[in-house]
């Protein structure tokens, strides 16, 4: 489902952000991606879903070849992927609805599927009482999970997080991680980027461990 081989991201400046990285996850597989602040866990996710692109080696997702695929081809790309972000990145302006809707809107949608579709995402996160609610008045757990319904509402096979419990407390992060592994059990392909090692060690998923832009440990820890 998602292979580098010998991947290396070099940015202009001269930062090499990851170094020959190596791995293979399988579809429908759940794995974590630790290390250090700045180990490169946000740059491997973000050459995922070609949000950058890498230097040197060999990428595949979901059968493409991300090095050969020409811009006009990205969108096709991220509809295969849902991304969600430590800061949300929600449009405050706008309702819950309408966050979640977005994707679907600028994929073209119809509204009666758009509806169907967003409302589903939102039952699921156990957010649809609050869907014509605004961001602001969400905690910082119930917008992750806004976050967690907006990337998943066009139900991608493959579903990438950088950082989703950073900002929460240990309690909510485990109802938070909780949500993907039930993403996970229905057959979505799961790549978590995370500090939570003590969260991770109790989940006890693969784990990918980058160390200054290298990829020095992939290990399956036992459950505490």
Known sequence: MISFNDVSKRYPNGHEALKHVNFHLE???MAFLT???GAGKSTLLRLIALIERNSGGQIIVHGQHLGKMPDARIPYLRRLIGVTFQEHRLLFDRT????????LVIAGFR??????RVRAALDKVGLLEKEK??????????????????????KPPIL???????????????????LFTQFNQVGVTVLIASHAL???KSLGYRTLILE?????????????
Not at 111 to 116: S, T, V, Y
Not at 212 to 224: A, E, K, N, R
């Open 27 to 29: 579809k429908g597989e």
């Open 198 to 200: 003590s969260l991770i």
């Open 35 to 37: 290390g250090h602040s």
């Open 212 to 224: 200054q832009g290298s990829l020095i440990g992939d290990t399956y820890p036992t459950p505490l």
């Open 133 to 154: 609610s605004y961001p602001i008045t969400l905690s910082g757990g119930q917008q992750q999970r806004v976050g967690i319904a907006r990337a998943v509402v066009h």
């Open 96 to 103: 819950i609805f309408d966050n979640v809707a977005l994707p």
């Open 160 to 178: 990438l997080a950088d950082e989703p419990t950073g900002n929460l407390d240990p309690v909510l992060a485990t109802e938070i991680m909780g």
């Open 111 to 116: 509204h009666q599927e758009i509806r169907r």
